[in-house]
């Protein structure tokens, strides 16, 4: 075990090392047919600590972690932190270009890799001179020549984490933004920030000692958080490579989940196929989600299926997962309190926010302004961009660039983010506004709502439209809807029904390439 005079202050590889090996011989996670235990893990992931060592990485140095959702994923995480190094996740849908520019910036000298990614690194090493190592999860056969297979790099039998000097203000992350407003951006988090954001998710999410938690979204981002704070509870995780609503259902039933992580299409999904399979589902204790409200017929459709299961919790990059939950006994459909679930809930304990006007002036209680964070697991800053950390990290204060408006009661309305908010005929109009307006509309599976320029008004409120499954949803339908919901500004001058919308890397809706698409059409028609 590690000592004081090795290790002080609060580091996460000294949490982790006291915590890991307490829980033996339980099982700390299952993904497609492979399975392992806390000793296992921490064993493991010791000797990749101890291979990283062995190459020059210590505290600051960074290892990017580059594969689908699997054990090896949890082990290089554990890894690395046994290392004392610093974590540069990256998502499997990132595209090419990303992931060059990620590598390239974070300064990258271990990059541990999937065999989907074989491809990218091989063909771009020359462009990383800083990389000296590629570790390729597969076998000495299957790795291209250059890479060091998996086994190969955990050969050396070792005994317990290395002896490293490791302090609570050094590096443990650089987590890249999902980059739809340019390049992406890398978010520094210290070994501190790290380590209060996990005891934050073990307070407002109230993990408990059998917990039994599926994970179906990308372990580089909002779900792997949820892992490593789980992990010090001891739950056992049941990790799939992406969201598939049968396995989901089958994985609750068969292993009796109590906890799953969710975004609201996928809750949405879920409760369609439910209304055509028998399923026991009465394990489930929690569904967290994130990204979006629930509408409230979804919600009422979801209580009665569940019981009161569900949490929302508001995050970014910056400040990890939690900035507001809002919590179980809130999401309610009585008259009284339905209007709450159109927010994001109260902030979390170690959370402050304010409401701002562009002065940096606090607005009064129900106006909109930009929401503004302070929290002890905010980010340092931005990775090389100290311009951009300055705009960002306004004396101690995360400028998280969503619009929002606060109640009387503390409640925090998301309205939109500054860059997506439309200006219509010189009236602002929140997307999130007409989005949910649309949302309710029968037969709408999911919207998307941009402005697209146009010469009188400036820019013409425009959704995009998923319909349902076998739904007959016309043009006509969706404003008729939303007249009875929107001021007349805010109603859509168009509306467009589409196979599916585009997503980012991290699953959020891409308006960046929804904007780009509705341009060049409208450039091809004139």
Not at 371 to 400: D, Q, S
């Amino acid at each position: 075990m590690l000592n004081d005079e090795v290790s002080a202050g609060l580091t996460l590889n000294r949490i982790y090392a006291n915590a890991l090996p307490r829980f033996g011989d339980k099982l700390a996670m299952v993904c497609a047919d492979d399975r392992i235990t806390y000793r296992a893990l921490f064993e493991s992931a010791c000797k990749v600590a101890h291979a990283l060592t062995r190459q020059g990485v210590g505290r600051n140095v960074r290892v990017a972690l580059a594969m689908s959702n699997c054990i090896e994923y949890a082990i290089a995480d554990q890894g690395i932190i046994q290392a004392g190094a610093t974590k540069v996740p990256l998502n499997d849908m990132l595209g090419e270009k990303e992931i060059k520019h990620i590598i390239k910036d974070s300064n990258a000298r271990v990059a541990i890799v999937g065999k989907n990614f074989f491809e990218v690194f091989k063909s771009n090493r020359t462009a990383w001179p800083e990389l000296e190592t590629i570790v390729g999860i597969a076998s000495p056969e299957e790795c291209p020549s250059g890479f060091v297979s998996w086994q190969e790099f955990m050969a050396e039998n070792v005994s317990g984490p290395p002896e490293v000097q490791v302090e609570e203000n050094d590096l443990a992350m650089i987590g890249y933004t999902g980059g739809t407003t340019g390049v992406p951006k890398g978010v520094l988090h210290t070994q501190r920030t790290i380590a209060l954001d996990m005891l934050s998710h073990i307070a407002e999410l109230g993990f408990l000692d059998d917990e039994r938690i599926l994970l179906s979204s990308p372990l580089p981002h909002a779900a792997g958080f949820l892992m490593l704070a789980a992990l010090l509870k001891g739950a056992t995780h049941f990790v799939d490579v992406r969201f598939d609503t049968d396995k989901v259902i089958d994985r609750i039933e068969k292993e009796k989940v109590t906890f799953t992580f969710l975004v609201p299409t996928m809750i949405y999904r879920l409760l369609d196929r439910l209304k055509e399979r028998n399923a026991d589902l009465s394990s489930l204790r929690t569904v967290v989600y994130g990204a979006a409200p629930i509408t409230v017929d979804r919600l009422r459709e979801g209580l009665a299926r569940f019981g009161p299961v569900f949490m929302q919790i508001y995050g970014q990059t910056e400040v990890p997962n939690l900035i507001t939950r809002l919590r179980r006994e809130e999401h309610r459909v009585d008259e009284s309190v339905v209007h709450r679930l159109k927010s994001c809930g109260q902030p979390v304990t170690m959370a402050e926010v304010r409401i701002i006007d562009g002065e940096g002036a606090p607005v009064p209680v129900g106006e909109s302004g930009e929401l503004a964070v302070r929290a002890p697991y905010a980010m340092l800053g931005y990775h090389g961009l100290p311009e951009k950390t300055a705009e960002t990290l306004v004396n101690g204060w995360i400028m998280t660039g969503d619009i929002a408006k606060q109640d009387e009661d503390g409640y925090i309305y998301l309205l939109d983010r500054s860059k997506d908010m439309i200006i219509s005929g010189g009236m602002n109009v929140y997307t999130t506004e007409v989005e949910n307006a649309i949302q309710g509309c029968p037969g709408v599976g999911q919207v998307c709502v941009i402005g697209v320029p146009h010469p009188d008004w400036g820019e013409a409120v425009s959704a995009f439209i998923v319909p349902e499954a076998g739904a007959t949803l016309t043009e006509q339908d969706v404003k008729d809807h939303c007249r009875g919901e929107l001021s007349a500004y805010k109603r859509p001058k168009m509306v467009k029904f589409v196979d599916d919308l585009p997503l980012t890397a991290y699953g959020k809706l891409d308006k960046k390439v929804l904007r780009a698409a509705a341009q060049d059409e409208l450039k091809g028609s004139k």
